[in-house]
C-alpha cells in the first residue's frame, strides 16, 4: 500500500528534522511530503533546506520562505518572526535560497489537496476552528486536503448532510478517511504549539484511505541552544520546551 509521511512547519529546526526523518525512515512510508516553512524562527536554515531537497518527493512554500525570499513584507510577521526571517536572509545559501524560490504554497498529489495555510487562502489563514474549517471544505475541490501553518496537530470532516467537526489530534489517534471530506494538519516539526513539545507529523495511507498522528522526541536543548548561539530572541528557544 502507498503511504506517505506528512510534516510542516519545520523552521530550520536540525534536531527535529533529523529525529523525524528517523521516524520515517524506520516506518513504511513510501514517500515524504512537506508542506511549507522549511526556514523561520531557527537556527539551521541551510541544514533544514538541504534535508528536504534529499528527502522530500514533494515540498511546498510557506509563509516564512516567501519572508525570507522577499516576497511577503516583514511587518505581517511577529517581532521574532521577523528577526529570525531577516537573519535567515544573512546566512542562507544561493543555492537553498533558489529552491525556496522554486516552490509553490500550494500543490496537488494525485487526489489530495495540498495547501501550506488553507484552501482559502494557502499563505496565511490559520484553519484552528470548526467554522474556519467548514468555509475551507465548501472552497476546496478535493475530496481530502492537507494544511499545516497553525504548528497544532488536528483534523476536521464533513460528511454528507452534516456539520463540520473536528479538532486537535494526539499522539496514536487514527483517522478513518474512506468517506466524508476532510482537513489534515500533521502539526509542526520544528515549533509545535499545542502542548507537546515533540515533533508532530501524519502517516496517510492513500490506498486505505486512513491516516494515523506520530510525535517524535528529540533533541530540545541541542535546539534550542543553536537558536541562543545565532543570538536570535530567547523566546524563539525557551518556548521549545513547552510547544508552545
Excluded at 22 to 29: E, F, G, T
Amino acid at each position: 500500500m502507498m503511504k506517505v509521511a506528512v510534516i510542516s512547519d519545520i523552521h530550520a529546526n536540525r534536531q527535529a528534522f533529523e529525529a523525524v526523518l528517523q521516524d520515517v525512515a524506520d516506518s513504511d512510508a513510501a514517500e515524504l511530503w512537506c508542506l511549507g516553512d522549511l526556514v523561520g524562527y531557527g537556527a539551521d536554515p541551510d541544514a533544514c533546506v538541504e534535508l528536504a531537497r534529499r528527502h522530500a518527493a514533494v515540498c511546498l512554500a510557506g509563509n516564512h520562505d516567501l519572508a525570507v525570499l522577499g516576497e511577503v513584507p516583514m511587518k505581517d510577521f511577529s517581532r521574532g518572526a521577523s528577526l529570525a526571517a531577516q537573519w535567515t536572509q544573512d546566512v542562507i545559501s544561493p543555492e537553498n535560497l533558489a529552491f525556496l524560490a522554486s516552490l509553490q504554497a500550494t500543490g496537488k498529489e494525485g487526489a489530495v489537496g495540498l495547501y501550506h495555510a488553507s484552501p482559502r487562502d494557502p499563505v496565511w489563514e490559520y484553519v484552528l476552528s470548526v467554522l474556519l474549517a467548514e468555509l475551507c471544505l465548501d472552497a476546496q475541490s478535493e475530496r481530502v486536503c492537507l494544511i499545516g501553518h497553525s504548528h497544532v496537530a488536528c483534523s476536521f470532516e464533513r460528511h454528507e448532510g452534516e456539520a463540520a467537526k473536528g479538532g486537535s489530534r494526539k499522539e496514536g489517534e487514527w483517522l478513518d478517511l474512506s468517506s466524508g471530506e476532510w482537513l489534515l494538519n500533521p502539526g509542526s516539526v520544528g515549533q509545535p504549539r499545542d502542548g507537546d513539545p515533540r515533533a508532530g507529523w501524519l502517516l496517510l495511507d492513500l490506498d486505505g484511505w486512513s491516516a494515523s498522528y506520530r510525535r517524535t522526541p528529540y533533541d530540545i536543548a541541542g535546539a534550542a541552544g543553536a537558536i541562543r548561539a545565532a543570538r536570535l530572541p530567547a523566546s524563539l528557544a525557551e518556548r521549545l520546551e513547552y510547544g508552545q
